[in-house]
């Protein structure tokens, strides 16, 4: 069966670099690929999805690239500011109706 | 900007007792979602909905149920809490199955 592999350690990344968060996943590539932030005791928000056929997607900081050959996809924060710090989600689509969730890697900015 | 809510945020319980879970949406979505979070845990679906009258269970085993008897409501159920229900419960609902999903908070559940 599919499943996501974020790095589970936290990243620590000084105010104004560039973070990258890393999702890789182990079987089928998805038709979606989706990026998601989530603060302490509140619900997963949206930030980006990445089709497959896709290779990369930007909205104002954040970058998100799909590479299906390595069955990996990278998340970009640039010029990472101290309110970026979070956990942040990686979410596979595996058809029917469902994405599967990655553990999230936690940024502290 | 919240457009889903889910009430209450935390519930302390004693084992045994009835519990409702109550989510809404305002968006118009036809498909819902509940997940079960535990700290630093992925999150695992435990119910989904298409649409009015229509919920399927998700891949984690879970003892509660859900109705869909409005678009806009999807509340979960438990008949009878116990200590392993403790958990995060999360509430979610998209245009589409494939398209980014809109969270609410959660409610923390702990069950003595």
């Known amino acids: 069966s599919q499943k996501i592999e974020q790095n589970s350690e936290a990243l620590n990344i000084q105010e104004g670099k560039t973070a990258t968060l890393t999702c890789n996943y182990t079987n089928y590539s998805p038709a979606y690929l989706q990026w998601y932030r989530q603060d302490p005791g509140r619900g997963p928000v949206f930030l980006l999805l990445?089709?497959?056929?896709?290779k990369e997607k930007r909205k104002e900081r954040l970058k998100v690239t799909f590479d299906t050959t390595l069955k990996q996809s990278l998340f970009h924060i640039t010029a990472s500011q101290p309110a970026d710090s979070a956990t942040y989600l990686c979410?596979?689509?595996?058809?029917?109706?469902?994405?599967?969730f990655g553990t999230g890697t936690r940024l502290k900015v | 900007e919240a457009d889903i809510y889910q009430t209450p945020r935390y519930l302390v319980i004693g084992t045994g007792k009835k519990i409702t879970l109550e989510c809404s949406q305002t968006?118009?979505?036809?498909?819902m979602y509940w997940y079960q979070q535990d700290p630093g845990m992925e999150l695992h679906l435990i119910h989904y909905?298409?649409?009015?009258?229509?919920?399927e269970k998700g891949d984690l085993s879970s003892e509660s149920t859900v109705s869909r008897i409005r678009t806009e409501h999807f509340p979960l159920t438990l008949e009878s809490a116990r200590p392993s229900h403790t958990s995060q419960y999360l509430c979610a609902s998209s245009k589409h199955s494939n398209q980014p999903q809109h969270f609410g908070d959660g409610t923390r559940l702990s069950i003595l």
């Open positions: 979410a596979l689509w595996i058809g029917t109706y469902k994405y599967i």
């Open positions: 968006m118009g979505h036809d498909k």
């Open positions: 909905s298409y649409g009015v009258n229509s919920t």
């Open positions: 990445i089709r497959e056929n896709e």
